[in-house]
């Protein structure tokens, strides 16, 4: 017998060129009478299906400033980031609406974010490497900002040509 457990769905990912992703999302209003947990477990299976790091809410057409990552800190409601280091670093950076787009981007090395988790507890916690990398990547998201504004038209067209070879191949 098929469990419920089996036919949980998934959110369908906005892609490049919807122009959702363009959206600002305004602050949350977190007193609202919601599925918290839900809305982020969905969320959080959508971007685990896809093989995502991060996922924001207006790549899935979810009206809330969040957005989730896989990491132990999993949900953050409203983000604030309120400190970032003077140290730079460059990591490789993809995205699930840009399917097999990927190009160094520079952002601080740390953070500090202000946050509410799927419990809506408020936190504030430091995030260095990989995770500050993404959690910046997700804020911009929130912002209506994507991740080829930071490239410069030289790294974008030589990851384009890239990305087409790779979306040739896929499709075979
Ligand atoms: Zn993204």
């Not at 490049?16 to 009478?33: A, Y």
């Not at 400033?65 to 490789?92: C, L, Y």
């Not at 160094?104 to 260095?128: A, G, S």
């Amino acid at each position: 017998m098929a469990s419920t457990e089996s036919q949980k769905s998934i959110l369908k990912l906005n892609l490049e060129g919807n122009p959702v992703l363009r959206h600002k999302l305004s602050e949350t209003d977190i007193t609202q009478d919601l599925e918290w947990d839900k809305i982020s477990d969905l969320m959080h299976r959508t971007m685990v299906a896809a093989n995502g790091m991060g996922l924001a809410a207006n790549q899935v057409n979810v009206g809330l400033r969040m957005f989730v990552m896989n990491s132990d800190a999993k949900t953050f409601i409203n983000p604030h980031i309120i400190e970032t280091s003077k140290e730079k670093q460059s990591q490789e950076e993809g995205c699930l609406s840009f399917p097999n787009l990927f190009f160094q981007v520079t952002r601080p090395k740390y953070i500090l974010v202000e946050y509410h988790n799927d419990k809506l507890e408020e936190k504030v916690d430091r995030f260095e490497d990989i995770w500050a990398q993404c959690i910046q990547h997700e804020i911009d998201h929130l912002n209506g900002v994507l991740f080829i504004d930071h490239a410069s038209k030289l790294k974008l067209d030589r990851a384009r040509i890239k990305q087409r070879k790779a979306n040739d191949t896929s499709r075979r």
